[in-house]
């Protein structure tokens, strides 16, 4: 049974406004649905008349919902959880490209400036540009603190910020213009990401990012995680397993790290316990546990990669550091959960 439907005469009877009434300029981090993800598989047949029908997948009890969401139309949803801070979609109108945040359970909409407000002055109005459509696609967001919302252009490799009721996007610093991000995430109500070699983290005071924490060497993939109010760094490395003298392989192995952001230092993580993680090009999903999901090894990273460009994954197990490589489609596994983590990667 969810929350909404047994407080319906508790929210009747209280001063507390409902999700939907906190108007277009509010975000109240109370009722956002942090353990929901929007299932990014093709509309089932039956659902074809209506594209705005959606799924909902809950991690923690495998439970899958069906949604009408009509405020998607007319709208592209940013894909993948490192688009999807604490489970708000982030949705930009087509045709004038201002940005939404949408909580698909309650259906409240916030309203943000248009990414042209990016251009010069001059710019601000009128017909927008190919070329800054293309360069302004939002391929991550998150939020920096209880109010400020952070969209990345993966294809530029720039950054900007806003508050509820800004008139303009306010573009952010501290990017390095050779190495484009490889994660995002937002913990505790603050924007984290990785670059070549550091873990940052947006100051708001300095419009910029700062490094938070050294990432000790330059891994593969890394994808950033909250485990249960700890931030994880899920990385990937490729490293060669010897047979002989003259055959080897490639093989990706899998470090977990918990962050310590007081000390920015990284502390190995030896065992997952009852947890699963998927992770890919879109950053990371961590299962609590595994009970409910039954294809779900507990204690297993699954992983992305490609073999004869054709998508395949692999399942790292943490505590015996096995790595096998299964021959299957990825959408397959764990209720769409990696899907989710792939979204939009071909």
Known sequence: MRFRAVCKL????????????LGEHVIDHRFHPRRWILLTEPPAPEDTPTPTRRKLLNVTTREIIK???PELAGHAVIP???AAPEGMLVVCEMTTLVVRLLNPLTRHVVDLPSL???QTADRHWGPIPFAFRVNHVVTAAGFADASTVVVYFGRINQMAMVKPGDALWTPVGGLNPEFPLRSTATFQCRFYCVDRTNLMVLDLDQRQLVVAADMVQQFRTVSLVDDSGRLMAVCSLEQVVRFGARSSLTETQIELFHVDLEKGTLLPILDLGERAIFTGPRGAVLLPRTNYYFSVDRGTVFFR??????PHFGAFHVHSRHTCYVASTWRRLGEHVA?????GIK
């Not at 508790?10 to 009434?21: L, V």
């Not at 899907?339 to 979204?343: D, E, N, P, R």
């Open 10 to 21: 508790w929210m009747a009877g209280s001063s507390t406004q409902k999700p939907r009434e």
């Open 67 to 69: 949604v009408h969401l």
């Open 80 to 82: 993948g959880p490192a």
């Open 116 to 118: 042209q407000t990016l």
């Open 305 to 310: 990669f490609c073999k004869s460009h054709q």
């Open 339 to 343: 899907s989710y983590a792939t979204a």
